[in-house]
């Protein structure tokens, strides 16, 4: 096999490696990483192992080439399980095996990925899920995961998430309501307008939401691109843990990630009356620069 091929081959086993390293068995969970408490509310990434212990019931700990054991209390809700593990558990997972979670929702065109970040309740998933109307399929919801082994081309593993939306967001889109996400969350698992896409895709940009009138498209220049790219999130943190880098490695490779990916704002209003609009106009334009 030819090294690129060798590469290709490695890139494509990629999901269905995270996959793997995510199955989950009932166990023990430790009380301690590293020799630090990982009391009820944290979690703690420590060289090749991770523990999450949440407030509600759930444990997990995670061990690199032994999968995933969960701890569940009698109180627990079950319907929480999909939530905790396909979230911060796959991020952990995701980070300790070299690849970087990223807080993004993402659509695909065109044999690329352009993926919309922002802070919770920006419009990430509601966006995404709209954007399924103009025939743009969905690639992730929430998380986004990228090979960044050449920052030249960064590509990204498809989403490991189901799409959750308010009841708002699935009436503003259109889109079918399956089960309820949980008792206590207003969400609802949604099936996809244009369906999901399996494959993994290089990155064409990343779009950062923000409201205002508009819509208006516009580039990320200068040191906004670093900030952007080093994104105060947990996934983030997940990240930099897993690769224990010097604050200068860490700076070198945000830096090279922000020189090489396209960066956008995308400032646009967020109420309902102009939504379908708005949507089909970001529909146009990602198809154009497609």
């Not at 509310?41 to 999450?52: C, K, V």
């Not at 990916?261 to 497609?290: Q, Y």
Request: charged residues 20%; aromatic residues 6%; contains cysteine.
């Amino acid at each position: 096999m030819s090294p690129v091929s060798a590469i290709h081959s490695k890139i494509a086993s990629a999901p269905a490696l995270l996959a793997a390293e995510a199955r989950l068995r009932e166990g023990t969970v430790p009380s301690q990483l590293g020799g630090h408490a990982v009391p009820p509310g944290s979690m703690r990434l420590d060289g090749e192992a991770f523990i999450l212990n949440t407030t509600t019931g759930y444990a997990f700990h995670y061990a690199k080439g032994r999968g995933v054991t969960m701890t569940r209390s009698a109180m627990a809700d079950p319907a929480e399980q999909e939530l905790w593990l396909n979230g911060s558990v796959y991020a952990a997972i995701a980070a300790i095996h070299g690849f970087m979670p990223f807080h993004a929702s993402a659509v695909a065109w065109d044999g690329a990925v352009y993926a919309f970040s922002g802070p919770s309740g920006a419009g990430k998933s509601t966006l995404t899920a709209a954007l399924g109307a103009h025939g743009l399929p969905l690639f992730c919801d929430d998380t986004l995961v990228l090979d960044i082994s050449d920052p030249a081309r960064v590509l990204c593993l498809p989403g490991h998430k189901r799409l959750k939306l308010t009841p708002q967001a699935l009436a503003l889109t259109g889109t079918r309501a399956l089960e309820k996400v949980d008792p206590e969350i207003d969400k609802y698992y949604a099936e996809p307008l244009a369906g999901p896409v399996g494959e993994v895709l290089p990155l064409a940009r990343l779009i950062f939401l923000e409201d205002g009138e508009g819509p208006v498209f516009a580039p990320i220049v200068g040191a906004g691109r670093v900030a952007r790219i080093n994104d105060d999130h947990y996934t983030t943190d997940l990240f930099v843990a897993a690769r224990n880098d010097t604050l200068a490695q860490r700076f070198a490779l945000v830096a090279e990630l922000a020189r090489t990916i396209v960066m956008e704002r995308l400032v646009r209003p967020r109420d309902d009356a102009s939504f379908a609009a708005v949507t089909a106009g970001i529909a146009a334009h990602i198809k154009e620069r497609g």
